[in-house]
């Protein structure tokens, strides 16, 4: 049994689900991949948790937010390059920080820290990649060492496990997708004949909605996965603003409601596209009719999906996949365990 | 760039599909991947093409078949032992034999003989695997090599990618897929008001259906592909007479009408669940009422698919991946690239 030390960064939801996670399924994961991952640290600006064993949650969460008042293993002014220099070359930073899509911090900094001192990398935090993925996944190839970030793009829905490892060798010639969950709900309610504000306001009700719902409706939290999607699995060099974003907030419900009506559906699609003249790709999010034979069609509610139209392999489309902190906890753990196992 | 020599077993569509394909992608997989791959040789029962250098598909087939009499490669009596002793270990066995599901052979003797000699194994064919799934899994894992059978489980749809990688660490809780293409388009088209006999025949018109398509209408093409499956991502250790298999030959065409008119569809669908009592999987492919809310209801003509039902990541359903022997062989040259590529 291989023991694999993880830094966690970030406090939110999907860390507190990693590491519930981690601990659920801790007997499993030995019993079938023979590997066994000890979150070592919590890492903060101001700070780690950090005691030398194995932190559980309760020993990282406290009263629903994380605990540092009184914690006996917060140790103020401790850095990451404290966890990563002493315990040598192998372990995993798993970064869970917002997404900061403008300067991709901190998770960037994290990240190249954990590159330069030998650590994987594993994150579900979109910044640092929609801002340096090529600077960061050369970093990691030179070093022989993995940067996996399927908690980034669409989480539990495997996008990049089946552009990357399952068309391997197959031309991808488009991709489509319906990459948020958010603004899919969002449509399907008007849809069925809700406003824009009214579908808002029960999407907000159930916890779909963030307050600031602005990244999911305006379309950039669609394009920056659709570009990570696009670098990774194209092997472009595209950067956000070469993205031409759309979003649902001003889609009169009539629009929405007369598509239904034709037996068509209006999907926030993210799409990539060879360009008309010239090479290289055209990257896309705005509402799109969809006809009934659109393998996306039938993707409704929270649920995403996305199609990769290939030369040799016919069209691949993926549907499911949860959305909620323990999807981005599963698809963490997912590529920890794809890291550090053996070959198949 | 890594040049790797692969022997190849079998002299049917797959095998010209795949010799074809591998030229056609050179130098796009040599520029992706830094890979070769160099057919060094083709095996058959009676001898080998061999000529020292790598073979084209005009060295190999000839007026649309295998190319023996007057070929200046072939020798007669050569074994396919006596390729894998003299290169070493690291080559690959790509196995396309005509998939014998009571034997396992001709595969079952190639495959082993290329692990015991240190050779890793892509195949397409099915029997090996379905006689002996555990025995060959132990010996790869034994020589550190890979066994790979992309090609065998619904090909060009990545069934194993999704069931071993992508839900790496989620407890898979239920499977269910629409693997056979020939069966989905007789049903899709008995669903249209033919009947059984001409839906099969109108199938044959279009090469889908094969002469005797038993295998394929009473569902053990589908049971077999199940098996693997569940052998594979339950790690259960089932045999062929485990799975109760009912096919489409007998369904009444009025069945599958009224099915449609009630807003439902009929598909030939393989399952594994848990068993009621005790532990242990129960396998089974039968004709089965979907209703429209289910993730595989639109999955029509030669299409498949396949969900996973899992605790962790919810659903997650694949459909699309061409069904035919391009896609098979690209199926195979996705297994081969990924088991010599750097870490991801």
Same mark, same amino acid.
């Given at each position: 049994m291989k023991r694999i030390p993880i830094a966690l960064t970030g406090s939110g939801h999907v860390s507190r689900a990693?590491?519930?996670?981690?601990?659920?399924?801790?007997?499993?994961?030995?019993?079938?991949?023979?590997?066994?991952?000890?979150?070592?640290?919590?890492?903060?600006?101001?700070?780690?948790?950090?005691?030398?064993?194995?932190?559980?949650?309760?020993?990282?969460?406290?009263?629903?937010?994380?605990? #540092?008042? /009184?914690?006996?293993?917060?140790?103020? %002014?401790?850095?990451?390059?404290?966890?990563? +220099?002493? @315990?040598?070359?192998?372990?995993?930073?798993?970064?869970c920080t917002p997404s900061d899509l403008k300067s991709g911090e901190p998770g960037l900094s994290y990240i190249i820290g954990a590159l330069e001192s030998g650590w994987n990398v594993a994150t579900a935090s979109k910044g640092a990649l929609v801002i340096a993925f090529r600077k960061l996944r050369s970093l990691a190839a030179s070093q022989g060492l993995a940067l996996k970030f399927s908690g980034a793009t669409a989480a539990a829905l495997p996008t990049l496990d089946v552009g990357l490892v399952s068309l391997a060798g197959a031309? #991808?010639? /488009?991709?489509?997708?319906?990459?948020? %969950?958010?603004?899919?709900?969002?449509?399907? +309610?008007? @849809?069925?004949?809700?406003?824009?504000?009214?579908?808002?306001?029960?999407?907000?009700?159930?916890?779909?909605?963030?307050?600031?719902?602005s990244t999911d409706v305006e379309g950039w939290d669609s394009a920056a996965k659709l570009l990570l999607i696009a670098n990774a699995c194209l092997d472009t060099d595209l950067a956000l603003e070469d993205v031409k974003v759309s979003g649902i907030a001003d889609l009169p419900v009539s629009y929405v409601g007369e598509a239904r009506k034709e037996g068509k559906s209006v999907k926030l699609l993210a799409s990539a596209a060879p360009k008309k003249t010239g090479r290289g790709w055209r990257l896309e999010v705005r509402p799109t009719l969809l006809d009934m034979t659109h393998p996306l069609f039938h993707v409704n509610g929270t649920e995403k999906g996305i199609t990769f139209f290939t030369d040799t392999m016919g069209s691949v489309t993926l549907t499911g996949g949860r959305s909620n902190p323990r999807g981005a906890a599963a698809a963490l753990l997912k590529d920890l365990i794809n890291i550090y196992r053996g070959r198949l």
């Open positions: 990693f590491i519930t996670l981690l601990r659920e399924k801790e007997s499993d994961i030995e019993a079938r991949y023979e590997l066994r991952f000890d979150v070592m640290a919590v890492v903060r600006a101001e700070g780690c948790l950090f005691s030398g064993q194995p932190l559980g949650v309760n020993q990282v969460f406290k009263s629903g937010g994380p605990w #540092i008042d /009184g914690n006996p293993s917060w140790r103020q %002014g401790m850095r990451i390059s404290d966890i990563f +220099k002493p @315990a040598g070359r192998g372990g995993c930073l798993v970064e031309g #991808i010639e /488009g991709i489509q997708g319906i990459l948020n %969950g958010t603004s899919n709900y969002i449509l399907t +309610k008007m @849809a069925d004949g809700l406003s824009y504000e009214d579908a808002l306001e029960e999407a907000r009700s159930w916890g779909i909605a963030e307050p600031d719902p």
